[in-house]
């Protein structure tokens, strides 16, 4: 099985900057598509982030491009999200989601992914 474990969240001020964490087990990190998605209170689970096996392909939702930057380090399991300006919009609870895939691309689609980790909290204040 895989196994996910988010880390990084927490109470940023409007303007400030977060590194949210996800830490993979279980399964070759590499053959893995990993993404990010987040859910306010009563809102769907929404796209933030992805990034393929290599990290050739990337991609983002609109309101957090520009600002955000996901990437990972094959060799430490990890997938990393920085956000950069923080707004009280982005306030959600972030989950990390993998799927294994055999092509370099990203998915934005929730149900692609089959492993989720338990979430971080993000809470910004303005």
């Known amino acids: 099985q895989v196994q996910l474990v988010e880390s990084g969240g927490g109470f940023v001020q409007a303007g400030g900057s977060l590194r949210l964490s996800c830490a993979a087990s279980?399964?070759?990190?590499?053959?893995?598509?990993m993404a990010w998605f987040r859910q306010a209170p009563g809102k769907e689970r929404r796209f933030v982030a992805g990034?393929?096996?290599?990290?050739?392909?990337?991609e983002y939702v609109d309101s957090v491009k520009g600002r955000s930057t996901i990437s990972r380090d094959n060799a430490k399991n990890t997938v990393y999200l920085q956000m950069n300006s923080l707004t009280p919009e982005d306030t959600a609870v972030y989950y990390c989601?993998?799927?294994?895939?055999?092509?370099?691309?990203?998915?934005?689609?929730?149900?692609?992914?089959?492993?989720w980790g338990q979430g971080t909290q993000v809470t910004v204040s303005s």
């Open positions: 989601a993998v799927v294994r895939t055999y092509i370099d691309t990203v998915s934005t689609n929730r149900y692609a992914y089959h492993y």
């Open positions: 279980g399964r070759t990190f590499s053959e893995y598509t």
């Open positions: 990034i393929s096996q290599t990290g050739a392909a990337t």
